[in-house]
């Protein structure tokens, strides 16, 4: 059931619609997020409205939202157990957002890295969108209680301003909001690298197809990306992030696919030489992959099922925002009117 249950902690995270996904969005992220299930009421959201921060080919994106949302559900996020919605879908985000820029400072968000980032990639288009993502990012948070957001190192400084928004908004109105925890994801899993440029994190825009292995990739493609990978001249198989981050890379990747931990892998290959530690790393990682992409082809064989599944989920999501906007609306002194019946 996805009956949200008074017992549990709320658990919300979520990902942009913007390009395939690599397996360090995989195994970074996303797969973090299936064991959540069991212990959390679980909220997963594909934030299409984050991406139009950046220009989107309408044709494009309309796909993309679709496919990152096959993925979750491939990847084993089950709908039965999870609200699994997209963001545009529930109009409380945006409306939430407007509200909460109202209390977010100029200062804070020209502090924000993510977004100094952006403004030097996008030089041309350095929108007002763009500036209050942040505050975007804190209304799918803030709108449905959400005790902890797993999230990667990059996001807890959004995290942190969306705790600050928090805050300051329950100190002049009262108790509405939950101040959120981020949940940053364990090390090692987390940071997948480029395999042509293992210094780097392995990222959708690395120039070179061979630096990342994409989760739709076929097996024999992700085995030519990993025989092709980089590691260096030592020929010693050990875990040396600063002196051998190729080889380094390809362990925590068969960690990371296989479950095993660090002892295991230097157990298993230590004796070995390179060839052998990629061709392995390229099996586990396919062994992990093979069912995601049998899933993910099913789900965009038959839209019609995942459209249900979504519809579902944003009519979940859509009851529960609602609850949260009168109360913010009625505190700030707006007139609820007919909105506070519309959802019973
Ligand atoms: N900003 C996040 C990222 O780039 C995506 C995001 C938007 C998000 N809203 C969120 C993550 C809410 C967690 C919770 O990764």
Known sequence: MTKASPDRQVALSAAQPTGQLTIGNLFGAIQNWIPLQDHYDTLYCVVDLHALTVRQDPQQLRQRILELAAIYLAVGIDPERSVVFIQSQVHQHA???????????????????????????????????????PVLMAADILLYGTHVVPVGEDQKQHLELTRDIAIRFNNLYGPIFQVPEPMIQAQGAARVRDLQNPEKKMSKSAESELARVMILDDAATVLKKFKKAVTDSLGVIRFDEA??????????????????????????????????????????????????????????????????????????????AEKIMVRVMDALGLPVGLRGHRHG
């Open 243 to 320: 002196g051998q981050a190729g080889v380094t890379n390809l362990l925590t990747l068969w960690c990371a696919a296989t479950g095993n931990s660090r002892e295991a892998a230097l157990d298993h290959f230590s004796h070995h030489q390179y060839g052998k530690l990629k061709v392995e790393t390229a099996e586990a990682v396919n062994a992990v992959l093979d069912p995601i992409r049998q899933r993910y082809r099913h789900f965009m064989e038959d839209p019609g099922e995942l459209q249900r599944i979504l519809d579902r989920g944003a009519g979940q999501a859509a009851i529960r």
């Open 95 to 133: 409306e939430l957002a407007w509200l909460l820029s109202t209390f977010a400072q100029l200062g804070e968000l020209e502090r924000m890295t993510q977004f100094k980032d952006k403004a030097q990639r996008h030089r041309l288009n350095v929108n007002a969108g763009l500036f209050t993502y």
